[in-house]
């Protein structure tokens, strides 16, 4: 199996989505069973929480259901447990780059380096910002996690 964990600050907006976005890609290509999803936060704000409301309602209408999602935040293990720990944006990048047991180290990537776009962009938290923010948000890990697949196939499957 290959284990795949989506990293942002809450663990309420942006890495809930790309869980639920990527678990998505996963069932309607088959490979549930090969690949799997999770999420965390760097912070502890939001532990036991479901994902924000805008984010749930904006991935329904894509047919995408985050409502059994609960946050949680990352722990020691997760850097030996999961083989991508994918960050939204470059704070929590730094933030996981700053506990990650050095041989872990290459496992640590920002999402967005697998999307069309190139290396080092961030996906914009969405959570102070207007309601457009979340389109944004599915539309840019929509694209990232195609390439993350692409990324998984070549490299392990
Ligand atoms: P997320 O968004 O990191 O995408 O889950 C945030 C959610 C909550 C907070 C910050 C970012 N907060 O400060 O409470």
New binding site residues.
Partial sequence: MIRVLFV??????????AEGVFRHLLETRSLSDRIAADSA?T?A??IGQP??RR?QAAARRRHIDLSGQR?RQVVMADFGRFDYLLA?DRE?LANLLAICPPDAAHKVRLLLDFGPGGAGEN?P????GGGDGFET?LDLIEAATRGLLADIHAKHL
């Fill in positions: 942002c600050l809450g663990n309420i907006c942006r890495s809930p989505t936060g912070a704000y939001h994902p924000d984010s946050a939204m929590n996906v938290d969405p959570y102070y948000v």
